[in-house]
């Protein structure tokens, strides 16, 4: 198989985090790809929505986005099991995995207005608007950050990677009134050592 990556995309990141944790490293080529281009036909023959992660899993069948690649792995290998099988255990996981990927989604959002539109273009409120989602969200987690048992799960692995992306591409103001957040994920990258494993290189 053969991901289509970027080493500072938290989609990708959230995928490769699982790679590790099931075991199926040996089994899967990375292949970095650039998505800066208005179309990058390598990426785009994989996924028409040009976005990475995408997983190539024969010459043919590619699969995005990453929470479906994420289910895709979880299948290939019993443990640990990143996706409860049903019942409200499984919503609560898929729940926690969208809140942290509508985090993601409105990061990546104030990060492309400054990449790909000139600033004099840049527009305060629909950036303050992205903002408030962020802020709310983390507020949100911060009242209950979501414990896990025995192992971390797909929802607990999205939000590490959402706010490891607010650290890299936002700075670190998030943590300031949120100390619960901060503990909670030590504590995960404590416990999944392919958080680290996954850091992006200084740029
Ligand atoms: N919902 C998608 C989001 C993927 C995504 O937006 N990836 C970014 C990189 S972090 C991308 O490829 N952006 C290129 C573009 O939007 O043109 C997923 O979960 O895989």
């Given at each position: 198989m053969k991901l289509l990556f970027s080493p500072f995309s938290p989609y990708v990141r959230k995928v490769r985090m699982a790679v590790i944790m099931k075991g199926l490293s040996d089994r899967i080529e990375t292949v970095a790809v650039d998505t800066?281009?208005?179309?990058?036909p390598e990426l785009s023959s994989a996924n028409p929505l040009s976005?990475?992660?995408?997983?190539?899993?024969?010459?043919s069948t590619a699969i995005f986005d990453s929470n479906v690649i994420c289910e895709y792995l979880d299948s290939l290998?019993?443990?640990?099991?990143?996706?409860?099988?049903?019942?409200v255990e499984r919503i609560r996981t898929l729940t926690l995995g969208s809140l942290a990927d509508g985090i993601l989604d409105a990061a990546l959002l104030l990060v492309y207005e400054k990449r790909y539109r000139p600033e004099e273009k840049w527009h305060a409120p629909w950036m303050a608007r992205q903002q408030g989602k962020i802020d709310r969200a983390l507020d949100y987690l911060e009242k209950t950050p979501p414990a896990w048992r025995g192992t971390p799960d797909y929802g607990h692995l999205t939000l590490a990677c959402a706010l490891g992306y607010l650290d890299l591409r936002?700075?670190?103001?998030?943590?300031s009134s949120r100390p619960k957040l901060v503990a909670w994920l030590d504590e995960f990258a404590a416990a999944v050592p392919a958080f680290e494993a996954t850091r992006p290189p200084p740029q």
């Open positions: 800066n281009p208005l179309d990058n976005k990475i992660p995408a997983l190539v899993i024969d010459g290998a019993p443990q640990p099991a990143l996706f409860p099988a049903s019942g936002l700075g670190s103001a998030w943590r």
